[in-house]
């Protein structure tokens, strides 16, 4: 690409989703309704493990975490794409672009590693719950926690900053309902060789061991139950991992299928599809899934809600 070319790019637009105008406020009420469940569901949760001293364990601390994640998570996509439905010119500054890139990527990531320490601690409760409370002390508990903070942190920079070394010409379009990083990556006109190389190495790393340590935690649940047969038993693995792994799978997979193996036709759609089933469809199922059909969930409520009517 010649100089000539080359210019300073001040704003993308964003196409957002590949909506009829006749169905366009139907999906923005869809997506409204959505992204208040997913802050409605999440917030509940925070509040009644900061409430109810009977959640201050090691699952609930990781449950807050992740409740937290999926909240900003949401949050970093949801209100621009909603704003964007409403605007006649959907554009984003390119310093908001690249902030909203870094922390699409870092709390997509600390929700991974949040996942791995879930199923460690799932995996520790049912396959050595005489040992649980030793092995999961306090102290390894808040050190995974900052460990996951850290290691997302470093992640989400690394990307950041080897895009912001990057030239863009004058296609400003990015074909996505936010600044997704392969869509970036799309628009440089400049060698993009190391940052694909990072998106390879770093992001398998980052995706697919994750990926293995849940699958590997579930799989040591499943053989340990399996082991005293009974059908209480049998009927408890299947609800509580079967849940846990199918929202695990749709987050993973799509992830896998969109950055690790991307599609060679460019298809848009799908892409903004399985796009939409990461960022949006999993915060929002994650309460549901992992919280508030737990028994401990609903006797913390009960708690605070009797607290509440007594005051």
């Known amino acids: 690409m010649s100089g000539n070319n080359k210019t300073v790019i001040s704003h993308f637009v964003l196409l957002g989703l590949p909506i009829t105008p006749e169905h366009h406020h139907l999906f923005y009420s869809v997506f409204l309704a959505m992204y208040l469940t997913t802050i409605l569901g999440n917030l509940i949760i925070i509040i009644l493990i900061c409430l109810d001293t009977n959640l201050h364990t090691p699952m609930y601390l990781f449950l807050g975490n992740l409740s937290f994640t999926d909240l900003c998570f949401s949050s970093v996509t949801m209100p621009k794409l909603l704003q964007n439905m409403k605007s006649q010119v959907p554009s984003i500054p390119y310093a908001g672009c690249l902030t909203q890139m870094y922390f699409f990527l870092f709390f997509g990531d600390l929700e991974s590693f949040l996942l791995v320490a879930m199923a460690y601690d799932r995996y520790v409760a049912i396959c050595f719950p005489l040992h649980y409370t030793s092995i999961m002390s306090p102290k390894l508990c808040v050190s995974l926690v900052l460990l996951s903070w850290v290691l997302t942190t470093s992640h989400a920079m690394l ?55 849940i699958i590997v935690s579930y799989t040591l649940i499943v053989s340990s139950i399996l082991k005293v047969p009974s059908t209480r038993g049998i009927h408890k693995v299947f609800s509580t991992c079967g849940s846990h792994l199918s929202v695990v799978s749709l987050f993973y997979g799509t992830i896998i299928g969109l950055y690790l193996c991307p599609s060679t036709n460019n298809s848009t759609l799908k892409d903004t599809v399985m796009s939409m089933m990461y960022t949006v469809v999993t915060p929002m199922l994650n309460p549901f899934i992992y919280s508030l059909r737990n028994r401990d969930m609903k006797a913390a409520l009960k708690r605070v809600l009797q607290k509440k009517t007594v005051f």
């Open 159 to 213: 990307h950041t900053l080897l895009l912001t070394r990057l030239s863009f010409c004058e296609n400003n379009v990015i074909p996505h309902f936010f600044c997704d990083l392969s869509a970036l990556l799309k628009l440089a006109c400049s060698d993009i060789h190391i940052n694909e190389l990072v998106v390879l190495i770093i992001g398998g790393l980052v995706v697919i061991l994750p990926f293995l340590l």
